[in-house]
Structure formats: C-alpha cells, structure tokens
C-alpha cells in the first residue's frame, strides 16, 4: 500500500513539474550583459585574484593590495559609470 502512494505521489509530482516546465519556462537571466564588458572583467577578476591570495596567505602586503584593489576608482568607476549610463539610455 505504501508503495502505491509513493509511486503516486511521484506521478503526481512529474505532471505538475511537466506541466509548469512546459506553461512558465525557465528565465535565464543575462545580468550586466549590455554594460559589463572585458574592462569591467579585467578589474573585478584582479580585485578577485589579490582577494583570494589575502586569503590564502594574509599578510600585511597582500591584505593592503586588495584593499588598494577594492578601493580602485578604475574598478568603481569603471562598472558604476557604464551601469549608469546603460540605464539611463535604456529609460530613453
């Protein structure tokens, strides 16, 4: 008897999963893709890279150049400048 309500209960289950797979689709987002291109990559992927060897071995040395890293205008003002723009050309 049990089996029965499991092999149901599994049924059931797969129809309703078939059905909203087939009714809502799956959304993939594409964040950032408009403005985000290599220059913002380039920067966030040398923050990143001095992050984890501050965190690998953290010394005085490498917990100040990821804090020069984090603090970067050319970081920050790179991905902020071309998010800011990319919106307000898209509210035109």
């Known amino acids: 008897m049990k089996q029965d309500v499991n092999k ?3 049924n059931i289950k797969n129809v309703i ?3 909203a797979k087939e009714d809502v689709r799956e959304q ?7 403005w985000y291109d ?9 923050k990143n890279d001095a992050r ?3 965190q690998n071995k953290e ?6 150049k990821y804090e020069e ?5 050319e970081i920050k003002g790179a991905t902020i400048k071309k998010k800011e723009s990319f919106i307000m050309k898209s509210k035109k």
């Open 8 to 10: 149901e209960w599994i």
């Open 17 to 19: 999963l078939e059905a």
């Open 28 to 34: 993939r987002k594409e964040r950032n893709q408009d």
């Open 38 to 46: 290599e220059e913002c990559q380039m920067a966030m992927k040398e």
């Open 52 to 54: 984890k060897k501050c």
């Open 59 to 64: 010394t005085r040395k490498n917990r100040k």
């Open 69 to 73: 890293k984090r603090k970067i205008e």
